[in-house]
Structure formats: structure tokens, C-alpha cells
């Protein structure tokens, strides 16, 4: 480059070139940085009055609501609440035991079921699970469920599903603004909105963590499962970028859970969990779900001997992690070896039936039945395979008392229980060698076998087998043992220890 000085032309070297834009650059710079500084500070506090503003308008509301009302209350947020799982025995046994505790109290459910009234899934809840409330609840019905729901997300679920969580707790917060709030479905990002907005005490119950350090094992091991595609665990870079993913999302997901001011738990896997994200150990504890023991201890134990039909029975969602596949799978090995004379201690194809009883939550599920009952015909067993698909109670009693295998087959399933349902009622468990199944559920009694645990399909074929072949005895012992055990997941037990670990936040209504 050449320029010219006082008649002189001087040539500047590349290097003089590079540090004269350098310099450019650093006084362009330099230039903006007050300007950034100040549209920054600026911003920044833009943010915190128009938050602030709208925590004084929710609180403003609030306090409308109760000094109409005369009394605070307490809001459970339940997208689902009128499904018929595990989850929503949970939210019924927790609502029914504060009301019983505190008579001055009103209770409000978030609720995103369409199509039908409070009254219904009051009915429904009766219905289901045998769980009458001793005083009327106010729902809450939000209309943009459709924002935690996996099917609008085909990519990036899990993020999608806790962006989507915070605009429907934001509807539920503007739609009323409660005294307590009580996450009891497990939508952790919907913590701070209520507790920084609406300025409420916040309390969750974890049935199961959103992301987990099992989760990213599978996807570093590059194993493939029902949420890391064939695909993604096929390919080196894919995978990284998901444990990237995973990573991110884990930070963001403790952060979030981190502003309960109490935490319960479901099981000892889901509490080592949460202890390792949250980072919460004096604000969690350990409360095993309710799992309805009374009524299935009524049924009698007896001698299987002279059951000629052997049926095993499955009790759980028709969610994709709970691999009803593997179900159908396993038992058609079994119906294989029947035929071909293999299995020990079977008879007849016809003397084996596989029940699978299950809620659906919305139309992915009801599709996914379909999905179930094409893979029974395709397997050739859609003769000795029943779908029982939203089942009232008394029904799903009889069929766990006429049962002699319960069946899991969730991966690291949080509880279970549907497991514990199967104990009680008699029947000989097998199920996941993961989760709380194996930690907290079928362990010993007093020196005593509880049940079975199997992984894969072979394991569960096998086992089922070897259950079959043991004598009616044998059988009997195990069942004792397994109905013993299962006192401590009564609706009682879980009364008592809920009650006591919202002891404190209730304690602040008064």
C-alpha cells in the first residue's frame, strides 16, 4: 500500500496495514461500549419494573381473591388430572389428606381436560381410584395444554415440553393466583413463574426428574431407546450434540427446581436424582406415592392349584416408556415354547392369557393402543392378549385377584405403583430390574423372596417360565411374603408423611 507525505510516496508493510485496522477497530469499539453499557443498563431495568409491576398486579389479585373469599388457598397444577394413573392417585390422596387436616383452606386444581366438568372428574376420580373428597375443589381449566404435549415437539421434547410448561403456568397463574402452589406432575419450570410472579409459596412432588444422569448415560453409551432414536445413537455427532443438549438442559432444570421451598420425592432412585440436580438436601424428603393396599388386601389368598387359565396381568399407562412391546414380545416367546414343548411346567397355548390394563391420557395413547393391538396380530397372540383400556375400579380388582403374574416392564420406572397394586392383590411380581422396582419395592421380606426381576426379552420369557413351574406352594409363599411387605406404601403412610412434610408451608397461611 502507498501513500503519499509531503511529496514523498511510503510504502506501508502488511503488518503496519494489519495493526492500522486493528486500531480502527479497538477505538470503534471503545466508542460503543458506553452506548452498550447504557442500553444494557437500561434494558435490565426495564425488566425488573415490568416484572415487578406484574408481581404487584398478581399480588393485587390475590389479595382480592382472599379477602373475598375469607381464607387462603392452595392450587395443584395437574395438566392430567383426570387420567387415570399412578400420578393422579397422588394429587387425589395429597388433596384429600389437607383437606381433612385444614378446614379453613379452600384447594383449586390447573387442570387442562376439555369436554368435561369438575363434577365428572370428581366422578372419575371416585370411580378409579375409590378417592372421595370430603369438600368441594375449584378447577381451574387452562386451554393451552396442547403446550406440554410431546406430540407438538417431534424434536427437542424435552425442551419444548418446559418452554411450553412455563406459558401454561403462566395462563394457570393469571387465571387465579393462589396462597400455595404444589407442582404434583413434575412441570419444575413452572416453579419460579409462581414463586418470583405470583409471589406464592411453592411445593412439588417429583414422580419423576425431567432429565436424569441415567439419561445421559444412555446417550454417551450411544444405547439405543425409546427417547434416543436409532439414528442419533448411530451417529458419533449426533450424540455429542445431544449430551450437549442433555447437559444444558440438566443446569437450566436444576436451577428451576431449586426455587421449591419443599420437595418430596417418590422413591430412592428418583431422591438420588434430584439431590444431584436440585441440590435441595434440606428441602427433600422421601414420600412413597398411596398405592390403594386396603382395597386389594381384601382379596383372598389362596391355593392357585386348580386354575386351569394363568393370566398376567399389566397395570399401567399406555405411555411409550412403559414398553408394552417388550410385554407382547416376551409373551409370545413364551407362547412359542409352549407350543413347541419347551417351557417346563406349561400346558396348552390356551392355558395363558396376557391382560394389559392402562389409562389413556389423549389421542397419542389411544393411537398407541392401536399400535399394540396391530403388534398382537402381527405376533399371532391377538387371541390370547386383552386390552382393558380406562377400567373402573372393580374391575381392575377382579382381574389382579384372578391373576397369577403381574407384569412391569418400564426402564427405570421412578415407583411403580402399579407394581405394588400387583403385590397386594396377590399376585407373583415381575418386573424391571431398575428404578424403584429393584431399590425400594421387590426386596426381600424378613429373608423372604418378594417377587421376580427381568431386562430384556429372554429375561422376562425366562422368568415367567420359571414362575409357572414353581409349585402352587412355592407360589403361595411368595405372595405372602410380597402382600406383607407392601404396608408401607399404604394411603395411610403416605397421608402421614405428606401431611408432615407440608407441615411448614402450610404452616405460613395462618
Sequence with gaps: ??????????????????????????????????????????????????????????????????????????????????????????LWCGLRALQNRYQDVNFAVYTGDQGVTGQQILEAARRRFDILLPRPVQFVFLKHRLLVEASLFPHFTLIGQSVGSIFLGWEALTEFVPDVYIDSM???????????????????????????????????????????ADYISNNLFLSAIKV??????????????????????????TLDHILTLWRTPNRTCLVYPPCDTQAFLQLPLDDDSGKKCHSIVSVGQFRPEKDHRLQIRAF??????????????????????????????????????????????????????????????????????????????????????????CMAAGTVILAHKSGGPKLDI????????????????????????????LSPSARLEIRRNARLSVSRFSDQEFENCFLAAMEPIMGTLV
Design 1 to 90: 500500500m502507498h501513500f503519499r507525505f509531503r511529496g514523498f510516496v511510503v510504502k506501508m508493510s502488511v503488518h503496519d496495514q494489519l495493526a492500522q485496522c486493528l486500531s480502527d477497530l479497538i477505538r470503534l469499539l471503545w466508542t460503543l461500549l458506553l452506548p452498550c453499557m447504557f442500553l444494557c443498563v437500561l434494558l435490565t431495568a426495564t425488566l425488573i419494573v415490568l416484572v415487578m409491576s406484574v408481581r404487584v398486579w398478581l399480588q393485587a389479585n390475590r389479595n382480592a381473591r382472599r379477602a373475598r373469599d375469607g381464607r387462603p388457598t392452595v392450587a395443584f397444577f395437574h395438566p392430567y388430572c383426570n387420567a387415570g394413573g399412578g400420578g393422579e392417585r397422588v
Design 186 to 228: 413434575g412441570y419444575a419450570f413452572t416453579l419460579p413463574v409462581f414463586k418470583y410472579l405470583g409471589g406464592c409459596h411453592v411445593a412439588s412432588y417429583v414422580h419423576y426428574p425431567t432429565i436424569s444422569t441415567d439419561m445421559l448415560s444412555v446417550v454417551r453409551e450411544r444405547n439405543p431407546r425409546f427417547n434416543n
Design 244 to 269: 450437549v443438549y442433555y447437559c444444558l438442559l440438566a443446569l437450566l432444570y436444576g436451577l428451576a427446581g431449586s426455587c421449591s421451598d419443599m420437595v418430596m420425592v417418590n422413591s430412592s432412585w
Design 332 to 421: 409370545r416367546k413364551v407362547l412359542e415354547r409352549k407350543e413347541a414343548g419347551l417351557g417346563a411346567g406349561l400346558g396348552q397355548r390356551e392355558s395363558l392369557r396376557l391382560v394389559l390394563i392402562g389409562g389413556c391420557r389423549n389421542q397419542e395413547d389411544e393411537d398407541r393402543v392401536l399400535m399394540l393391538r396391530g403388534l398382537c396380530q402381527e405376533l399371532g397372540v391377538a387371541d390370547r392378549v386383552e386390552f382393558k383400556v380406562n377400567v373402573a375400579f372393580e374391575e381392575l380388582k377382579s382381574e389382579l385377584g384372578e391373576a397369577t403374574v403381574g407384569l412391569h416392564t418400564m426402564w427405570n420406572e421412578h415407583f411403580g405403583i402399579g407394581v405394588v397394586e
Design 442 to 469: 421387590v426386596v426381600p421380606y424378613e429373608g423372604g423372596r418378594t417377587g421376580f426381576l427381568a431386562e430384556d426379552e429372554d429375561g422376562y420369557a425366562d422368568a415367567i417360565e420359571r414362575i409357572l413351574a
